[in-house]
């Protein structure tokens, strides 16, 4: 099924696998439904899994900066999956799989039983989870590799499942309204 997944991000050090936000089961613990991470020091890294089989979508972007904020996109059209980072198509691969279904949602780290390990180093803001629809991707022209990322704070859109990191609360302005707890 198509989503979305988009954030700002601001890495305040350089990282080997700072988990920026995962999706995971608790009952296949060595692979994500999905993640974004920052790896390899000054890198993105979006990866999806499926079956309890990790990466077996793997898209990376480098070359990012420490102290300086990005747009960061995942997306799934059908069974193309993108990267994007400040509105420019960076990777993308295709994949015909079902994703496994995910029981926990984290952002900052990973959750690994009852404690978490992986912390990001940085700030994220504005997360939004958008499910059955690509946002960006069916927006940019097949010829096209880049968008104009949003200059304001994200809304809520049509089928938006989370939208979160907004403001020093943690609460999820989505018609959603999960439960958000701190770690």
């Known amino acids: 099924s198509d989503f979305t997944i988009e954030l700002w ?37 979006f990866n999806c899994g499926t ?7 793997s ?9 300086t904020w990005y747009h960061v996109v ?15 198509l960076k990777a993308t691969a295709t994949q015909a799989i079902t994703l496994q279904s995910a029981d926990t ?10 404690s978490y390990i992986e912390f990001f180093n940085g700030y994220v803001t504005n ?19 880049a968008f104009t990322p949003p200059a304001s704070a994200l ?9 979160a990191c907004q403001n020093y609360t943690n609460i999820d302005n989505s018609t959603t309204a999960a439960t958000i707890t701190n770690v």
Request: charged share 10%; hydrophobic share 50%; with cysteine.
């Open 9 to 45: 991000l601001n890495m305040s050090s350089s990282q080997a696998a700072g988990r920026v936000i995962n999706a995971w089961n608790s009952a296949t613990v060595a692979a994500a439904q999905w993640e974004i991470v920052c790896t390899n020091g000054n890198a993105i890294q």
């Open 51 to 57: 079956n309890g089989t990790a990466a077996v979508v």
């Open 59 to 67: 898209l990376n972007a480098t070359g990012l900066m420490i102290g």
């Open 74 to 88: 995942a997306s799934r059209t059908g069974n193309t999956f993108a990267l994007f980072v400040n509105g420019i």
């Open 105 to 114: 949602l984290t952002i900052g780290a990973r959750r690994n039983g009852a």
């Open 127 to 145: 997360v939004r989870i958008v499910s059955g629809r690509s946002l960006y991707r069916t927006a940019v022209a097949a010829n096209e590799l």
């Open 155 to 163: 809304t809520a859109v049509d089928n938006t499942v989370l939208l």
